[in-house]
């Protein structure tokens, strides 16, 4: 009886206490509120133009700026893990409306963070991404294709060629791809797409295991797209 009674306040009361949008905390619907939902959707890139002209092919939603910088640091650096949901939903919903999704068989590996940082903020965000992106495309998730080994400090701040030292041999194939590899090939999956130097060093380090990449989706660019 007691039981049904907490379990009753407590439905009763999260009625009524709706988590505000953790962009400017008003009342959000059900995550972010109507006007910051609607300022993300500004940094989005047209359907035409989603894809960076690379090999393999980079697909990505929107810009880097304004209310998607702020959605990303949010939930990075202030405890929002849940920000991930929306995020990775709507980069899935590009990627099924782009060519890229007439591939069959693949397997979603996000880039990985190094196991102390992960242990201090508690979660890999890109990993979170993968995960609501997979929910809305169907692919598997190995959260473990890659394992970070080296505790790459921030790399923003470093040159083209001092961001490539860095990260060099500073990741390797993880305990899910030694257990078993992916039959088809691997979409990586990445938050923030700078320079594509860290996605670079995933890519070699999957092919020196025979592991191809089919394609990199990540939720925003500081690259000009259209
Ligand atoms: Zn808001």
Do not use: H
Request: charge should be positive; proline fraction near 8%; hydrophobic fraction near 40%.
């Amino acid at each position: 009886m007691m039981g049904n009674w907490s379990a009753m306040v407590k439905g009763w009361v999260s009625l009524f206490l709706k988590p505000n949008c953790p962009l400017c905390d008003r009342p959000g619907k059900p995550l972010l509120c109507p006007n910051c939902d609607r300022l993300l959707q500004r940094q989005k890139f047209s359907l035409r133009q989603p894809l960076l002209k690379e090999t393999p092919p980079v697909l990505i939603w929107g810009r880097y700026g304004g209310v998607m910088k702020r959605a990303i640091a949010v939930m990075k650096y202030q405890n929002c893990p849940e920000l991930a949901r929306p995020l990775g939903y709507n980069l899935a919903e590009t990627w099924l409306q782009s060519p890229l999704a007439k591939a069959q068989g693949l397997t979603v590996v996000p880039i990985p963070m190094y196991l102390g940082k992960q242990q201090k903020r508690g979660f890999n965000q890109a990993e979170l991404l993968a995960k609501s992106f997979c929910e809305l495309t169907g692919y598997p998730l190995e959260p473990r294709g890659l394992e970070r080994v080296v505790d790459t400090e921030a790399l923003n701040k470093l040159s083209p060629a001092e961001r490539r030292q860095t990260l060099a041999n500073s990741m390797t194939v993880g305990a899910g791809f030694r257990r078993s590899k992916p039959k088809q090939g691997v979409i990586l999956l990445d938050d923030i797409y700078t320079t594509g130097a860290t996605c670079r060093e995933a890519i070699k380090t999957l092919s020196q295991e025979g592991i191809a990449v089919y394609g990199i989706a990540a939720i925003a660019t500081t690259q000009p797209l259209d």
